[in-house]
Structures are given as C-alpha cells and as structure tokens.
C-alpha cells in the first residue's frame, strides 16, 4: 500500500456517523483520500464510486491502538508488521503504535526507520513507540531527540519498567523539552521477581508464584511524583488494579498531566480463569481479582481511564507450549478489542470509541490524521462497526501468525464490517482485502 490516497471515490451509505461532535445519520462521500461530503442527499455520487453497505451500523473514525507488540524485527515467527496491521485493520484499527521491544530493540533512529519503512505498505498506519533506555535495560538513556526527529511521540521500555528514579526523573525532563511522552510499565521488578500471575486466593490454591497488585503501584506512585516534580506529561500503560487507578483518578482531579490505558483482558477475564493452568491466560500485567476488573470498568466509564489499548501479544505456539512458570505472558487482541467492549462494557457507543478511537489518538500524538470529526476534508480513516452482531471467536481464522487468544469459542457482540484507510476500503464485509 502506498502513502498515498486512494483515487476512486467510495460512498459509505446507510450508517450512523458517530465522533466526537456527536451522532448523527448520513451517508459519507471519500474521494482522493479525504471525506468530501457528510450528508443525506448523496445519491448523485453512487454513479462510479465504490458503494460501501453500513445500514444498520456505526460509521466513526477508525480505531487506534496504543499498545501492539507486532515482533518485528526479530521475532517474525510470531507476528510480522504486515500480518499484525492486517488484523488490526479487521479489528477497526486504522493506526496503531508498534511497542519497541522488538530484537534489536527499537532504541535508535536505525531500528525505528526500519519499522517505519515496513509499515509503509501495510494495511493500517505504523506509528512508532521508541525505547526510553538503551536496549530497555535500564542503564543509560536512548538517543531520544533522534528517534523525536523521525516523529516519534511515545517512548516506553515496555515490558520492564524503568527501576531507577533518578534515570526516569531525566528522562521526563528530556522528554518535556522535546515535547514527546514517556509510557511506563509499572512494576517494581525487585516486588514482582518470581511472580507468575496475580499473587492471591487462586495463585495459593494452584501453587503457582504471584506477584502482588503492589508491584504495580508503587511505580505508579513514584512516576505521578516524578511527573509532578518535573510538571511533564505521563503515561500509563494497561493498568490493572484499583488502587492503581484510584491513584490516577485522584491525580487527575489535582491537575496531573497524566493519562492512563487498560487492556480488554483486565475488563473481560479474571485470575480465575488461570485454574485450567492455560499459558494462554498468562499474561503481564497478570490477570486480576473481581474486585479490580470491576475497578477497571470503573475507570472506564468515569474517565480516569483515557484509552483501551490492546496489549496486542502474539507468541507463538511452542513459546506458549512450554510450562506455566516458563511461557512467556501476553495474548492477541487487535480483533476482539472492540466487541469485547461492545459485550462487556455498559456504555455508550459514543463512549466506547472516545476510548478506542479519538482519545488514543491524541495521546499518540496521531489526532491530524486519526480520530477527528467525520467532516468534509477530513482524512477518510475510518471504521464501519455492527453493534448488534454476534459472533464466535475462532482463533484459527485470525490474521495474526499466533494463535494465543484467550477468547476462542466465546460469543461476542460486535464487529467491525468495513475499515477505510486513507480512503481505501483494506476491509470489506468483514474480509482483508490484501
């Protein structure tokens, strides 16, 4: 796919158009990559143009994701960026942030070029998240300002947490100055060493090593001081206890520069479901107790939760074979996110993609492309969402070269018929179209 716009005209008829503005029912005319016309009296423009079904459906802006871990380079046989976009893309997704740690990391503008150029053809745009530290170890700070001159706007060791203070008080001081975001992966790694899920009632019942909630926490606390002390921005990715939220909410009300994302999995699944000793229920952070995933829903509908963000994992299958104490954590979820909030989550369709679409896009520095109003010259990136069809998950049927999805053979509400990019139809009725 190339950057530029696609020429043929495309008439999505039928639909209720939703964004940020509000909602409303019209047909949406795309011609040379951009929304020409929003309306009702369109049917001058069928003659020649691609005509796009969304009766009964949702039209909006196309989803963002904050949170993919798409493997390459270096771990190609779990995931590539060409098969992890295209299952975005059948997700909704139009955008998403490739997480940097990758093999080499993504901790110079070499490695983030690489990624940037193997996104150039693929089916939803890359957008590139750098390491904060050299090889996410910890020790000495990336080149920032030359990954920050590739248009990078999201930096994260993702994966680990940066342990010491002083290094990530720089960091967010070098940070503020080039006008770029830090995304931390809260966990005290010395509190949660050994810990292979949530450490409480089931991790003593199955024997299995936790680590407890407090790992979390405490970087969550430290980072929204340090953010306080340095006045730069944060961000905190798939937090997954109340407390950690509750923390963020009461930030909030005092002014914190502070933005905070969860996972559908910490919304959607809880420590109970490790009782089958399943790899794929492992994941990091682990999965929680009733009482913190209603807590994450909590935050959701309140606004102390800015985005839902995949977490996107793929392993693959050997990887995920191994024993429990030994596999490594994570699962997909570009193709279930957006009916796993349709199913799970009580909110409005307004709310729900606040959160997936235009709120994420914001925060990955993406909202001139993605995310904005569905108006005339806007960019026509775009999702076309069923909110009432049910479907089952089959895990052998996803895009993804992984198949580590915790949700096969569940029944979910919601799906996304049509993806648009840059006026391009890349999903039709369901299907990828490269």
Not at 231 to 243: C, E, V
């Amino acid at each position: 796919m190339s950057d530029g716009p696609f020429n043929q005209a495309v008439l999505i008829r039928g639909g209720t158009v939703v964004d940020a503005t509000g909602k409303r029912v019209g047909d949406v005319l795309i011609r040379n990559g951009v929304v020409e016309a929003v309306g009702l009296d369109l049917d001058d423009a069928i003659a020649g143009a691609q005509v796009l079904d969304a009766s009964g459906c949702i039209v909006g802006p196309g989803l963002v994701d904050l949170h993919s871990h798409l493997r390459e380079p270096g771990r190609e046989e779990s995931e590539t960026v060409e098969t992890g976009a295209r299952a975005a893309a059948l997700g909704g997704y139009t955008a998403v942030v490739a997480m940097p740690n990758t093999d080499p990391p993504i901790d110079c503008a070499a490695v983030a070029r690489q990624v940037f150029e193997l996104g150039a053809r693929a089916t939803c745009e890359v957008a590139v998240a750098g390491a904060i530290t050299v090889g996410r170890a910890g020790k000495l700070l990336a080149p920032l300002a030359e990954m920050a001159d590739l248009g990078i706007r999201l930096f994260t060791d993702d994966g680990n947490g940066v342990q010491d203070a002083r290094l990530m008080r720089r960091a967010l001081e070098y940070a503020s100055a080039l006008g770029v975001t830090l995304a931390q992966h809260c966990e005290d790694s010395s509190l949660a060493a050994g810990g292979h899920m949530h450490e409480g009632e089931w991790s003593s019942r199955l024997g299995i090593p936790g680590q407890p909630g407090e790992a979390e926490e405490l970087m969550v606390m430290r980072d929204l001081a340090l953010s306080r002390l340095t006045r730069a921005p944060i961000h905190f990715l798939h937090l997954s206890t109340a407390t950690s939220l509750q923390m963020v909410r009461v930030a909030k009300q005092g002014g914190a520069r502070v933005t905070a994302e969860v996972a559908p999995h910490h919304f959607s699944l809880t420590d109970a479901a490790v009782a089958s000793y399943d790899t794929v229920f492992k994941v990091n952070p682990p999965l929680r107790p009733p009482a913190d995933v209603a807590a994450v829903k909590a935050a959701l509908a309140d606004g102390t939760a800015d985005a839902i963000a995949t977490d996107h994992a793929p392993h693959a299958q050997e990887d995920k074979e191994a024993p429990f104490d030994q596999a490594p954590p994570g699962m997909l979820g570009l193709e279930t996110a957006l009916a796993l909030a349709v199913t799970e989550l009580d909110l409005p369709i307004e709310r729900l993609l606040a959160l997936l679409s235009w709120q994420p896009a914001a925060i990955a520095g993406l909202a001139g492309r993605h995310g904005g109003p569905i108006v005339a010259g806007a960019a026509a990136n775009l999702c076309v969402i069923d909110p009432e069809v049910t479907w089952v998950v089959d895990a052998t049927r996803l895009a993804s070269r992984s198949r580590n999805c915790p949700y096969a053979g569940r029944t979910l509400t919601g799906r996304v018929r049509h993806t648009v990019l840059r006026g391009e139809p890349v999903v039709i009725d369901g299907e990828a179209q490269r």
